[in-house]
């Protein structure tokens, strides 16, 4: 890996150079360099915390003076429990997952000594450019090499010194191994932004990490397909059914386990007649928590009747927007879910509030009803749709891809966490024996396709 400020069309060619070489090392070689990767960076763990300390300061700053949201000092803090050793977990997890490239999905004989096969192979050049999120370097360098692709990273400033301590614990490791050093760059030149998005002759990718504005920019700014999603705005269902005291369980953790994720919960839909039985409790867990509940009517009416009388003062009437808003903080909008005589058609009505305003990252829906469940998960247009947990299992390490490079809710190639399977796409291969098209005809003298399939070991 090289922390360059070379002009971003050297940078994305020698990325292209690399990948060549990268997409054929074999998996052994591949598998060494990330052992390389997680013990360089366990063993520069206290350089690497100091400069985010450092970044983390001046961030603080910044957002105290009111130049940069708490959302993103959030993500910046890479000492925040947990982060750096999942971010090292993710690694290894990533190194001992099967070998991605060179599998074959489909073999067929057009004729006798004449087979066609395809076969995966690496997507070629990434282009990942990201705010804020440090241990994206880690995780970004783990799965491009191990799924042979070159990267570019372009951080945002608040993170440089984070990115350059990572950066060059990860190209002294990549020195010994035999991964070309161009195979993943991070680029410091400030202000190249515009120029990489037109280098579509050696980019094949673009994935963003970082604000709606940074994602929305991107896509209007490139010829690049871009893998990714704008905002994270995610919904749980809480049909008359549910568990109770799931729900609670639920609640809590999407909406607390990390406000400032794109997998929080910011849209809570309540059957109505789960207002006096099932919301109570969960507005009260999430009101000792410090969460500002915005109700509709309904839902302010039924907690205002059931809360102490110090709670439900403090709710708050929510407005349309706010069904539209992702909040990456402690705020929840609530809205009643009318009833009808079938359960099913409250369901419907839960499905169609999703598809109007929610932005296909992740909805849930809490209730005893498998035939429900299926019914809603099948109805909303998200790329992750869960039944009785949290919103915030859309996650990549947590569906075992090792981790991940992003969540994407695009409805071509990959979908939901992007784990290793989203960076391979595939080509084919004819192996044959001098035949050629024109030999291939009905009549006199023309030879018939066999298209037979056949099996793939």
């Known amino acids: 890996m090289s922390v360059t400020n070379s002009s971003p069309l050297e940078v994305a060619k020698a990325a292209s150079i690399a990948s060549r070489s990268l997409a054929v090392l074999p998996a052994h070689a591949r598998n060494e360099a990330l052992t390389a990767i997680h013990q360089a960076l366990a063993d520069a763990k206290e350089e690497v915390l100091a400069a985010n300390a450092r970044d983390v300061e001046l ?4 957002a105290e003076d009111g130049k940069l949201s708490q959302s993103v000092l959030k993500r910046l803090d890479l000492a925040r429990k947990g982060k750096w050793e999942d971010m090292l977990k993710g690694i290894l ?10 599998k074959v999905s489909l073999r067929t004989r057009l004729d006798d000594n004449l087979d066609l096969e395809r076969v995966s192979f690496p997507i070629g050049v990434l282009l990942i450019i990201f705010e804020a999120r440090p241990e994206v370097i880690g995780n970004i360098a783990s799965l491009a090499i191990k799924s042979g692709n070159a990267a570019i990273l372009k951080g945002g400033k608040e993170s440089t010194e984070s990115f350059i301590a990572i950066s ?43 604000s709606n504005e940074l994602v929305r920019y991107i896509k209007n700014n490139t010829r690049i397909p871009v893998l990714g999603h704008a905002d994270g705005l995610c919904s749980i269902y809480i049909h008359r059914d549910a568990d109770p005291e799931m729900a609670v ?6 909406k607390l386990g990390y406000p400032a994720a794109c997998n929080a919960v910011e849209t809570l839909l309540v059957d109505e007649q789960a207002l006096a039985t099932i919301l109570p409790a969960v507005a009260e867990a999430l009101l000792q928590k410090g969460v500002a509940l915005r109700c509709d009517a309904p839902s302010k009416a039924a907690l205002s009747r059931s809360l102490p009388k110090s709670q439900a003062t403090i709710l708050q009437d929510s407005s349309e927007s706010d069904y539209e808003t992702e ?25 169609a509030h999703i598809n109007a305003h929610s932005s296909k990252h992740t909805d849930v829906i809490l209730t005893a009803s498998k035939e429900l469940a299926r019914r809603f998960q099948d109805g909303v247009d ?47 291969y004819i192996n044959g024996n001098g035949q050629v098209p024109g030999e291939y005809f009905e009549g006199d003298g023309g030879k018939a396709w066999k298209h037979e399939k056949l099996p793939l070991s």
């Open 59 to 62: 961030a603080t700053k910044a």
């Open 327 to 351: 909040f990456l903080d402690l705020i929840l909008a609530i809205k009643t879910i009318p009833v009808n005589a079938f359960p099913i058609d409250s369901v419907d009505l839960a499905i």
């Open 249 to 254: 369980k639920v609640l809590v953790d999407a």
């Open 382 to 428: 998200s790329s992750c749709v869960f039944w009785n947990t949290s919103t915030r299992m859309s996650d990549g390490m947590r569906f075992g891809f090792g981790t991940e490079v992003g969540i994407s809710t695009n409805k071509i190639h990959a979908r939901g966490p992007v784990g290793l399977e989203g960076l391979i796409i595939y080509k084919y």
């Open 93 to 102: 997890d990533v190194r001992d997952l099967d070998d991605p490239v060179g």
């Open 168 to 210: 060059n614990a990860i190209s002294k490791a990549l020195t010994s191994t035999a991964v070309p050093n161009a195979a993943v760059q991070l680029l410091t030149t400030r202000d190249v932004v515009a120029s990489l998005l037109g280098l579509d002759k050696y980019i094949d990718l673009v994935i963003p990490r970082g």
